[in-house]
């Protein structure tokens, strides 16, 4: 059975700082990976997707993910925070056949 | 036009009321689905339809009822439900079922008193 496992429920950062939030996934075979936002009092919109094509994915925002099979990680990182980053972060495992399997999600706090 | 709409936005109920979700894409997608947002908890998926057709049910009580009267609607009716129904309740569309790529509406925020 898949499972998504994101570590630190929230993360805070200064504004300029690295934004690096951490996703580790279970999977029998290789899954498709994605990344996504939801911004106070909306739904959740799609960052990101791994599809096993190129291990490194660049996503919107200035957001990029890489996928590393040795590790079943698939971090999501930014190298500045802004302000308007402040939300909260989803990483979510699929595979042919079954259902998106999303993990609990980590807020992402940006301070001036 | 947004492409997934949820309406209401914010709906407030008893226990005892009988009320509707509302969910409409304009993505010409053939899937769509309900999901349910609780607080410290993980997404749970309740309902996927596929060209109108349910495909999966995750174990939902049946005081939720879905209705899918076509690829581009799909509704949720609420009857007796309990407190801990209260939830942000999220629709969203794919291109089909065979996917993980979603589009979500910005969900309908569900008190049940």
């Known amino acids: 059975a898949q499972s998504v496992t994101q570590l630190g429920s929230h993360v805070s950062v200064s504004e300029g700082a690295l934004v690096l939030l951490r996703c580790n996934y279970s999977?029998?075979?290789?899954?498709?990976l994605f990344w996504y936002v939801q911004y106070p009092n909306q739904g959740l919109q799609l960052l990101l997707k791994?599809?096993?094509?190129?291990?490194l994915v660049k996503g919107i925002n200035g957001f990029e993910a890489e996928f590393k099979k040795s590790e079943t990680s698939f971090h999501l990182t930014k190298p500045s925070a802004h302000m308007s980053d402040a939300a909260e972060y989803f990483c979510?495992?699929?595979?042919?056949?079954?259902?998106?399997?999303f993990g609990k999600g980590t807020t992402l706090s940006v301070s001036s | 036009e947004t492409g997934v709409t949820q309406t209401p936005r914010h709906l407030v109920m008893g226990m005892t009321n009988k009320k509707s979700l509302k969910c409409e894409q304009h993505?010409?997608?053939?899937?769509m689905y309900w999901y349910k947002q609780s607080a410290k908890k993980p997404l749970e998926l309740m309902f996927v339809?596929?060209?109108?057709?349910?495909?999966e049910n995750n174990s939902v009580p049946s005081r939720f009822s879905p209705e899918c009267p076509n690829s581009s609607h799909l509704f949720l009716h609420l009857h007796t439900l309990q407190p801990e129904d209260s939830a942000l309740y999220l629709c969203?569309?794919?291109?089909?079922?065979?996917?993980?790529?979603?589009?979500f509406g910005e969900g309908s925020r569900l008190t049940v008193l």
């Open positions: 339809y596929s060209l109108e057709e349910r495909v």
């Open positions: 993505l010409g997608h053939n899937a």
């Open positions: 791994y599809t096993s094509a190129a291990t």
């Open positions: 999977s029998s075979v290789p899954p498709y």
């Open positions: 979510a495992v699929w595979q042919a056949g079954t259902a998106l399997i």
């Open positions: 969203a569309s794919s291109q089909d079922a065979n996917t993980g790529e979603l589009f």
